[in-house]
């Protein structure tokens, strides 16, 4: 089901952060493909530099108003443990 907004998901965080990097983290892959009406999961994003907490907010906001069924929390790459940071690149899906 992701994959199905995929596109749209991208378009909203790059029209805040354009060229940042989005990785999905919190299911397995298989899981991601599987027909959810919801996703609970993180959508890390490496923009390179500490995304300011309004941009983070405002493209919540985008996601929830273009009605994408995903409660996914949103963090920065730049703003999380080392050790998380090294998960999300082990085991998250890159977006783009």
């Known amino acids: ?8 998901i991208t378009a909203i965080i790059h029209k805040h952060l354009p060229g940042c990097k989005i ?3 919190g299911l397995h ?10 996703l609970e999961e993180f959508i890390a ?3 390179g ?6 941009v983070l907010g405002n493209i919540y906001y985008d996601i929830q108003q273009a009605l994408i069924p995903i409660d996914a929390d949103i963090v920065d790459m730049q703003d999380i443990s080392q050790e998380l940071r090294e998960k999300i690149l082990d085991k998250g899906v890159l977006l783009h």
């Open 49 to 54: 530099f500490l995304i300011d907490q309004s």
């Open 1 to 8: 089901m992701i994959l199905k907004y995929k596109d749209q």
């Open 29 to 38: 892959p298989k899981e991601i493909e599987e027909d959810m009406q919801e």
């Open 45 to 47: 994003l490496d923009a």
């Open 23 to 25: 990785y999905l983290f």
